[in-house]
């Protein structure tokens, strides 16, 4: 459930990304040249795609007319001879109408003349060879028989049997398909397509009988790409195929009519292509039923006695298939894509950050932070790396911050301490952030306290590997001036953290200790330079130094805001700024966070 909001100025804000310009010519060519891809890729896409154009699909309809003559050698009886003669078939005799965009052509076939109801043998196969009627079963009947057994076994030719049946006799003969084709000169015959088609968003209308067609025309994938009447042959020639060889057993031909229309006034442009595609399957293996073929039967009465002709159509099945779509300049359309493709732009970005990224290891992070020149372009990432990002770690209870001085590193610390001190525990190695000198350049570092005097001169004093612990230093102390915490028990292993890693000098007797965080000055100055109206009476004074110290330590040794939240000061460093900043009483609450600590 949404929050409710409080307060009108929050609602009404806005929020806006900021944006960090890298001022570099590698990475600015880079980008420069990966805009302009980007824009020609867009603007050459908009013109060769018509991406400004509405579009929408084409709705069609199809007529076919199929003309030719072909002769066939057909045996017939004569006064009661056998004669061959020609016979020609017509469009009637070999078209066939079927449902859809898809007319058939008859190529071959076989018939079975003369059948009428009664029983007979059927045709010998492996299945219906019988020997006697216990092979035969009553009734029997199989998805391949021509009839129902009625249980006998009788002789079909010589000395073949086979099982009797009930169903038009003779029955049909299992025959080779004749070859060549017996219709094989339909490779000469020609269809006619007509092809309406229409879009209606567009109310646009047309057809593929253009102005001035010839009807004497024959399509030719050159000479005349735009003619409707196909040959035959013709089409099995453009797919590769021959049509001799698909006519003796038939197959399926796809005719595509492809509509890509301009329907803008300035680029009109609105034909028809035509492709070919074989759709049935051309090399499967005999045992699987090649080709395209069925059956269908003419009936006639004779001497009173119903009669058929079966036959076993082989032929090709043309399937016509109109697809396309015509577009027309739309606005919408237009700013639709514009706006699309506007985060393409940000493509050139999303690369260079990769590239930053991918070359700001660990190990170049590492060398940053120890100055080390080593490897210059690893060094150049890593600062665009720390310019752009930010990490931020979630604030747990268990989360502290040490840093000791003879580390280059901050540890981090994840876990319940249960008893051990916080001097012993690893911790996680973080990376000391760069010093902002222009924060340290707001403090006026450059006016002592007290002048030099002649026999001191004004000088930095470098810490010295050698120190003298106190017979009262605790035992997880390393720079001899650590005192004992105040804590109850279970609070104290918070508190027992030393400056040094190592036994060595104290950053406390260090000459910066004194001018960054127990100078009264310096102190002064950032108090003031937060809230200029800050009243520094007597008797808050000590305690607003105190923090204020705190702070400044933090800051000056772990580098980070987000770490100095969460540091651990050091028990050397805790007392020397309390002794130079005491509380009334001297008893102190000990470390809630650096500027919460008393």
């Known amino acids: ?109 076989l018939r079975t003349k003369g059948q009428q109801r009664g029983v007979c043998a059927e045709y010998p196969t492996h299945r219906t060879l019988c020997h006697s009627d216990k092979n035969c079963k009553q009734g029997w009947m199989g998805p391949h028989s021509k009839g129902i057994q009625t249980g ?39 269809v006619f397509i007509k092809n309406n088609i229409d879009f209606p968003s567009h109310n646009f209308t047309m057809r593929n009988i253009l102005p001035g067609f010839n ?44 509509w890509d229309c301009n329907l803008d006034s300035w680029s009109f442009h609105c034909s028809p292509q035509y492709r070919f595609r074989r759709l049935d399957d051309k090399i499967t293996n005999q045992t699987l039923y090649p080709g395209y073929n069925f059956r269908h039967a003419k009936y006639y009465t004779e001497n009173g006695v119903e009669k058929r002709t079966l036959t076993k159509v082989f032929g090709i099945r043309f399937d016509i298939l109109v697809f396309g779509t015509g577009g027309k300049f739309h606005i919408i359309s237009l700013i639709v894509y514009i706006g699309s493709t506007l985060s393409y732009f940000g493509l050139a970005t999303l690369f260079i950050d990769f590239l930053i990224d991918t070359y700001s290891s660990t190990c170049c992070r590492s060398c940053v932070y120890r100055y080390c020149t080593c490897c210059k372009s690893c060094v150049i990432n890593e600062y665009y790396d720390r310019k752009k990002c930010e990490v931020i770690i979630e604030p747990k209870r268990t ?6 001085v003879d ?17 012993n525990v690893k911790g996680k190695k973080v990376p000391r952030s760069m010093m902002d000198f222009r924060e340290v350049s707001r403090l006026p570092q450059f006016l002592p306290d007290s002048p030099p005097t002649p026999e001191q001169p004004e000088q930095i004093q470098l810490l010295s590997a050698v120190t003298t612990p106190r017979a009262s230093s605790p035992a997880w102390c390393r720079c001899g001036h650590c005192l004992p915490s105040q804590l109850p028990k279970d609070r104290q292993c918070l508190e027992e953290l030393c400056c040094r890693k190592e036994p060595g000098a104290c950053i ?72 130079e900043f005491p509380k009334s009483g001297g008893q102190y609450s000990g470390f809630k966070s650096p500027c919460l600590m008393e």
Not at 85 to 91: A, G, K, L, M, N
Not at 407 to 423: F, K, T, W
């Open 508 to 579: 406390t007797t260090s000459e910066l200790f004194g001018q960054l965080v127990l100078s009264p000055r310096a102190l002064r100055f950032s108090l003031l330079y937060q809230e200029p109206l800050l009243a520094l009476d007597s008797d808050a004074t000590d305690s607003l130094l105190r923090h204020c110290a705190y702070r400044c330590y933090a800051t000056w040794r772990f580098g980070s805001p987000d770490l100095a939240d969460f540091a651990i000061l050091p028990s050397c460093c805790r007392w020397r700024i309390r002794k």
């Open 1 to 109: 459930m949404p929050a409710r909001c409080r307060c009108p100025n929050t609602c009404l804000s806005l929020k806006i990304t900021k944006v960090i310009q890298i001022q570099n010519l590698w990475f600015g060519t880079l980008k420069q040249l990966i805009l302009m891809g980007t824009l020609c890729y867009i603007c050459f896409a908009l013109v060769t795609d018509k991406l400004y154009q509405k579009k929408e699909s084409v709705i069609s309809s199809v007529h076919t007319k199929v003309k030719g003559l072909a002769e066939v050698n057909e045996e017939v009886i004569q006064n009661g001879e056998k004669k061959v003669v020609p016979i020609v078939f017509d469009t009637a005799d070999y078209t066939f109408s079927l449902q859809g965009n898809s007319f058939f052509v008859m190529t071959n076939f």
């Open 215 to 258: 009807k004497t025309c024959i399509f030719h994938k050159t000479k005349d790409p735009l003619c409707p009447i196909f040959r035959l042959g013709d089409i099995f020639r453009e797919t590769g195929d021959n049509f001799s060889e698909v006519a003796a057993q038939g197959g399926i031909m796809g005719i595509e009519i492809y």
């Open 152 to 190: 006998k076994c009788v002789v079909y030719k010589g000395n073949q049997k086979t099982c009797e049946v009930n169903a038009w006799c003779p029955a049909e003969a299992t025959a080779e398909v004749p070859r060549p084709a017996l219709l094989n000169s339909a490779e000469n015959f020609t």
């Open 407 to 423: 580390e280059a590193h901050v540890r981090m610390v994840d876990e319940q301490l249960r008893g051990r001190s916080l001097q």
């Open 399 to 404: 989360l502290k911050y040490v840093s000791f």
